[in-house]
């Protein structure tokens, strides 16, 4: 079984201030996701990494795999309150179907305005 | 696109009770998943299905639980019979077929249906 780890759990944050997420495991991943999910709804797909040390933006937040592709991090510069909700990485095995996804813990984000 | 639908919404049932979730994944869709949300487990994978066909059911947690897939606009998961420990949000979720505009590991997920066995 491979275990994604989330860091921090739970993070509550002043709107503007900067934050990042850990996203850590023991094994390699093919490719790693990241989700968000508001009370209510289903997980929405932010970004897909596939390439070791490759970084991806998306307006406010930047998305890192780390180079063994075993860990991967999320930063958002000024954080607003629209940025609430539950963060949670996913990793596709090595090896295995890129269908097939791992979900870590996942981070509970909350911006006060 | 309507994206993934589920029904019910909410389920509550008394322990005992035979529990149906329903879904109907994005139309073109050929992979189709089950997970299940606790906080105590975060969210797991239960069951996938290509094509109609189950790939892999090793999350299913006991033989309480079956999932089906007539057909490509429909699935079906079953408990018989419900224990309070089945208490949880279980989510649908459907992903493209290669050759498309959009990544086949890009998965849609659906509201979501949250169960309360009592």
């Known amino acids: 079984t491979q275990l994604l780890e989330q860091s921090p759990q739970f993070l509550s944050i002043q709107e503007g201030e900067n934050l990042t997420v850990y996203c850590n495991s023991s094994?390699?991943?093919?490719?790693l996701q990241w989700y968000r999910q508001e009370p209510g709804e289903g997980p929405v797909l932010l970004v897909t990494v596939v390439t070791g040390g490759e970084v991806k933006k998306l307006k406010r937040l930047t998305f890192q795999f780390g180079d063994a592709r075993k860990d991967s991090s999320l930063h958002i510069t000024a954080a607003q309150p629209g940025d609430t909700g539950l963060y949670l990485c996913?990793?596709?095995?090595?090896?295995?179907?890129?269908?097939?996804?791992?979900f870590g813990s996942g981070t509970q984000l909350t911006v006060l305005p | 696109d309507a994206g993934v639908i589920q029904s019910p919404r909410h389920e509550v049932t008394e322990m005992g009770q035979e529990v149906t979730l329903r879904c109907k994944p994005i139309?073109?869709?050929?992979?189709l998943f089950w997970y299940r949300q606790t906080m105590m487990r975060g969210l797991e994978l239960l069951i996938y299905?290509?094509?109609?066909?189950?790939?892999?059911d090793s999350g299913m947690p006991e033989d309480r639980f079956s999932a089906k897939m007539p057909n490509a606009s429909f699935s079906t998961l079953k408990i018989q019979p419900s224990e309070p420990r089945d208490s949880a949000v279980y989510f649908c979720?459907?992903?493209?077929?290669?050759?498309?505009?959009?990544?086949?590991?890009?998965?849609?997920f659906g509201p979501g249906t949250r169960l309360t066995v009592l």
């Open positions: 996913a990793g596709a095995a090595l090896g295995g179907s890129a269908r097939q996804l791992t």
């Open positions: 094994s390699v991943f093919s490719s």
């Open positions: 299905f290509n094509n109609n066909v189950p790939i892999d």
């Open positions: 139309s073109g869709h050929d992979y």
């Open positions: 979720a459907s992903s493209p077929v290669p050759g498309g505009p959009i990544p086949t590991d890009t998965q849609y």
